[in-house]
T-cell receptor, first 112, second 114 residues
Framework: GQQLNQSPQSMFIQEGEDVSMNCTSS?????WLWYKQDPGEGPVLLIA?????ELTSNGRLTAQFGITRKDSFLNISASIPSDVGIYFC????????????FGDGTTLTVKP | DTAVSQTPKYLVTQMGNDKSIKCEQN?????MYWYKQDSKKFLKIMFS???????INETVPNRFSPKSPDKAHLNLHINSLELGDSAVYFC?????????????FGPGTRLLVL
């Protein structure tokens, strides 16, 4: 089946630093989604990408749908303590009958 | 109002017991899911229902049986619980199963099997 490789697995950064994480796949996807999971909560959607090459921002977050349709990245600028959590990428391909493939997550720790 | 709710939030039980987790969504969505998140935080889909019909059934032991009495509810029953079933179980819903719409996750049920 389709697998997503998400990296890095974890990051420890200082408040104010920029963060970059990415997701790669051996297969193409039609949709890339980025979720954030706060400690003790369920994942919440941050950004959805529907077209190859698409670059979308949501506040300090920016995500891009790779041209090859096999990768995506998420950047966070000027990190703050509440950015702490686990960031998941998820990919969909239409023939997957709605099954999302999730990456293994990037755990972000922000030191004040 | 909570969009996707799950009960209970915590569940501690003995090996061999049977337990159920309930999920309800008030978003009017057609599709609901169950995910399992293990201790390494990996999120794996277990089941998906669209309009009360099962559409995704991953390689999950048949001790796990989902039931959707209506499209707003998707419950998960687990028979003969094992130590390895300890995890956080998330329910989610989306507008349709095509994958073009976001999934809304519940707060999770933390299951600990002793």
């Amino acid at each position: 089946g389709q697998q997503l490789n998400q990296s890095p697995q974890s990051m420890f950064i200082q408040e104010g630093e920029d963060v970059s994480m990415n997701c790669t796949s051996s297969s193409i996807f039609n949709t890339w989604l980025w979720y954030k999971q706060d400690p003790g909560e369920g994942p919440v959607l941050l950004i959805a990408l529907y077209k190859a090459g698409e670059l979308t921002s949501n506040g300090r977050l920016t995500a891009q749908f790779g041209i090859t349709r096999k990768d995506s990245f998420l950047n966070i600028s000027a990190s703050i303590p509440s950015d702490v959590g686990i960031y998941f990428c998820a990919g969909y391909y239409n023939t997957n009958a709605g099954k999302s493939t999730f990456g293994d997550g990037t755990t972000l720790t922000v030191k004040p | 109002d909570t969009a996707v709710s799950q009960t209970p939030k915590y569940l501690v039980t003995q090996m061999g017991n049977d337990k159920s987790i309930k999920c309800e969504q008030n978003l009017g969505h057609d599709t609901m899911y169950w995910y399992k998140q293990d201790s390494k935080k990996f999120l794996k889909i277990m089941f998906s229902y669209n309009n009360k019909e099962l559409i995704i059934n991953e390689t999950v032991p048949n001790r796990f049986s989902p039931k959707s009495p209506d499209k707003a509810h998707l419950n998960l029953h687990i028979n003969s619980l094992e130590l390895g079933d300890s995890a956080v179980y998330f329910c989610a819903s989306s507008q349709d199963p095509t994958g073009t719409h976001t999934q809304y996750f519940g707060p999770g049920t933390r299951l600990l099997v002793l």
